[in-house]
């Protein structure tokens, strides 16, 4: 059946699909690894969780549980346990907020700045060796993919 603004299936369209589908569950089930190899290398104790926040309060150079709990769309007792272990890690520092004293403003420390950096680098490196065969314009172009399938 074909509804307003879509194009009717083609064998060859939908073979593609399928592939690139079962492509990307592939890469899915591999950032999973790499989420937790990541956590592993920051500290042996850190769940891959805990490690995707801490990217992110990092990156965002500072933010509060109610933020990484919509971001991540993840229930705040969970947030709230992972925020617990990240700072008994060291990894993460959390001060009032200045604006709203009841909130807490959370911001990755030193050693994990380090880490991360660290983690970063040999991401950017693995990234480039599997890459190395593709020209900017097919970098781009899957960058592209990427881009409306976040969208979508």
Not at 13 to 34: I, P, S, W, Y
Not at 102 to 110: E, G, H, M
Request: charged share 25%; aromatic share 4%.
């Amino acid at each position: 059946m074909v509804t307003a603004g879509t194009t009717p299936a083609s064998p060859d369209v939908d073979e593609a699909l399928a592939e690139f589908q079962g492509q990307l569950n592939l890469m899915f089930a591999r950032a999973r690894t790499l989420w937790r190899e990541s956590a592993a290398r920051v500290d042996p104790e850190l769940q891959a969780t805990g490690y995707k926040l801490l990217t992110f309060v990092a990156h965002s150079g500072g933010t509060n549980a109610h933020q990484l709990a919509e971001s991540f769309e993840m229930d705040k007792s969970v947030v709230s346990r992972q925020v617990r272990m990240l700072e008994d890690l060291g990894l993460l520092e959390s001060r009032p907020d200045e604006r709203d004293g009841r909130l807490r403003v959370l911001t990755a420390t030193p050693k994990a700045c380090a880490a991360l950096a660290e983690v970063r680098a040999d991401h950017a490196q693995r990234m480039r060796a599997a890459m190395i065969e593709l020209n900017p314009g097919e970098i781009e172009i899957a960058s592209k993919v990427f881009r409306v399938l976040a969208e979508a």
